[in-house]
């Protein structure tokens, strides 16, 4: 069987091999890809999988990259991957010639690293591909960003002292209404009173964040579906790859959570993760795992070298408005990340009062 192979850059720095099975986008990614991936070429699934018998532990590819067929032979050749012992740690991403839901979706069940429907910048996918190997093979946990960012976040003092006296003192004072929505979320449904997640924040530190729940106890596990389905920053024209995920009318929240969220009364245990220095009053919001690793580009690094808090620009500019889109709400974030101060945090504090009620159910 003759496997083409591009021409690799040796000078690039870079050893990432990539086994492709198609032949509708052959030539976009011959284009793209020439330097620094060493691309085995297969014009059918069934090919691939003849190259994939062929390899050993020393030749092993480090990424599957995957036309998806009419026929469906893709789903096969991911599961036989998820199986295999060789090849369980390959990175797969899939291609297809159309942006659909559907295809996309069982992607998402299929647990692929990505999915990729036409059109698409090959910039983007390469982009992708460095990210995925770098971070998903020599570095496979999150938590060790925090070690190779470039710069790191140290809490001015006088930022660390209102953060103490204010998250102090408001849990002082709203201790009895804590208390009161404790026993109500006991009432309401099963489960327990405080969801926890782990959150990345300034430097891409990974910290348990709390809030009071306000989902349904297996909020998490319908959330991929959601988010292929009815992702708000999805909606933008021609954007098929978005970091952030904020459901419209999320059906996983409870009858009380409805309330606990438009008074944003769900957010008050994070003064506990302000006590303890995970996070600031005023900040970029620490954000879920699954969107963190979509902002590792030099481009949206930034707001991760500022600091991680409670309430910040995007809440009081635009919170809950279906005109918010993915780049506005990443242009606030790196904004306040370079600009950032005292006098800008008390202006958001103040207004953050009006922000509270939101009309919006996002």
Not at 28 to 42: P, V
Not at 110 to 119: A, I, M, N, R
Not at 167 to 174: A, F, H, K
């Amino acid at each position: 069987m003759n496997h083409q192979t591009s021409d690799w850059n040796e000078s690039s720095g870079s050893n990432i091999r990539i086994a492709y099975a198609g032949s509708e986008f052959k030539e976009k990614i011959s284009n793209g890809l020439n330097e620094g991936f060493k691309i085995a070429y297969n014009n059918s699934i069934d090919q691939l999988n003849d190259y994939l018998g062929e390899q050993s532990i020393l030749s092993v590819p480090d990424i599957l990259l995957v036309e998806v067929d009419a026929e469906g032979k893709w789903i096969k050749l991911v599961e036989e991957v998820k199986k295999s012992f060789l090849l369980n740690g390959l990175i797969i991403v899939l291609l297809a010639t159309k942006n659909d839901k559907a295809l996309k979706q069982q992607a998402i069940k299929l647990k692929v690293h990505d999915f990729y429907g036409e059109p698409f910048a090959i910039s983007d996918l390469r982009e992708r591909l460095n990210f995925l190997v770098r971070f998903k093979l020599i570095k496979p946990k999150l938590v060790e960003l925090s070690k190779v960012v470039d710069t790191t976040y140290k809490m001015p003092a006088g930022k660390r002292l209102i953060d103490l006296v204010i998250s102090g003192g408001m849990m002082l004072v709203l201790s009895p209404v804590m208390l009161i929505v404790a026993i109500l979320i006991k009432l309401d449904s099963k489960g327990p009173v405080f969801y926890k997640s782990k959150r990345v924040g300034t430097g891409y530190k990974v910290f348990d964040f709390y809030k009071f729940r306000s989902m349904r106890t297996d909020a998490d596990q319908l959330l991929a579906k959601l988010s292929a389905e009815n992702n708000q920053y999805a909606s933008e024209a021609g954007d098929n790859k978005v970091a952030f995920v904020k459901i419209k009318n999320d059906p996983r929240i409870t009858k009380l959570g409805n309330f606990l969220r438009n008074s944003s009364l769900d957010e008050l245990p994070q003064l506990f993760n302000i006590l303890r220095g995970d996070m600031s009053v005023v900040g970029n919001r620490p954000l879920p795992l699954y969107e963190a690793e979509m902002l590792t580009s030099n481009e949206w690094s930034m707001r991760f070298l500022g600091p991680a808090g409670l309430t910040g620009l995007w809440q009081i500019s635009k919170r809950g408005k279906e005109d918010m889109s993915e780049r506005e709400r990443k242009k606030l974030d790196n904004f306040y990340a370079q600009k950032y101060s005292i006098w800008l945090d008390l202006k958001i504090i103040v207004g953050t009062v009006p922000a509270l009620f939101q009309k919006e159910k996002v």
